[in-house]
């Protein structure tokens, strides 16, 4: 089952430049996808999340993107922080009302920024 | 800032034996949400609990687990009798309304 993938399994980048996480789908019924960062022996930590009606969602240092038509999302930290070193998650859901909804996972990224 | 919280944080058990791993989720949320994620798998659905009854469980989620929310507060995953393929991290999840999910720290389940 690999609904959500993650092709990169680890991405090594400069402190202070940018880190683009990539993340691809195939269920058509997925409408809402969400990022995770987690770091060992603890849970994974919501960073940010976008719906199929918009393409951009920002929040601080964190932007996410999302070309519905190619099932594409991308994560980008700009400027990137020894603290972002992690493993990253993309996830997905249907969208719906009531909340409520299992989320589906890629295998993870690990990003190492290197000081 | 509230917190998902989950105890214990490792549990040891042996095949066979029964265990109840224990979460109590954000207090004003109103799903409840376990996952799992075997040692360098990805992270996987079990079940999600709305309204004191099961919202939807997965292939993994058979007879042999249960949940239950027991008081206002707790919110329990058990295993009635755990195979070696039950080793894993257990992860809690609550969300509100329409919300993202916000996880626990995972409680470690070794079987021997």
């Known amino acids: 089952d690999q609904q959500v993938k993650q092709n990169s399994p680890s991405l090594s980048v400069q402190e202070g430049r940018i880190s683009i996480l990539n993340c691809d789908y195939t269920?058509?019924?997925?409408?809402?996808f969400l990022w995770y960062k987690k770091y060992p022996a603890e849970g994974p930590t919501f960073l940010i999340s976008?719906?199929?009606?918009?393409d951009k969602n920002e929040d601080g240092r964190f932007t996410v993107f999302l070309n519905k038509s190619a099932k594409h999302l991308s994560l980008h930290i700009v400027p990137s922080q020894p603290g972002d070193s992690a493993v990253y998650f993309c996830?997905?859901?249907?969208?719906?009302?009531?909340?409520?909804?299992?989320?589906?996972f890629g295998t993870g990224t690990r990003l190492t920024i290197i000081p | 800032e509230p917190e998902v919280t989950q105890t214990p944080s490792h549990q040891v058990t042996q095949m066979g034996q029964e265990v109840i791993l224990r979460c109590v989720p954000i207090?004003?949320?109103?799903?409840f949400y376990w996952y799992r994620q075997i040692l360098g798998q990805k992270v996987e659905f079990l079940v999600s609990?709305?309204?004191?009854?099961?919202?939807?469980k997965s292939e993994i989620f058979d007879d042999q687990f249960s949940v239950e929310r027991p008081d206002g507060s707790n919110f329990t995953l058990k295993i009635r009798s755990t195979k070696l393929e039950d080793s894993a991290m257990y992860f809690c999840?609550?969300?509100?309304?329409?919300?993202?999910?916000?996880f626990g720290p995972g409680t470690r389940l070794t079987v021997t």
């Open positions: 207090s004003n949320h109103l799903y």
């Open positions: 269920n058509s019924m997925f409408d809402y």
């Open positions: 999840a609550s969300s509100g309304l329409a919300e993202e999910q916000y």
């Open positions: 609990f709305y309204n004191n009854e099961i919202s939807e």
């Open positions: 976008i719906s199929s009606i918009k």
């Open positions: 996830a997905a859901s249907p969208l719906s009302n009531f909340g409520n909804e299992k989320l589906t």
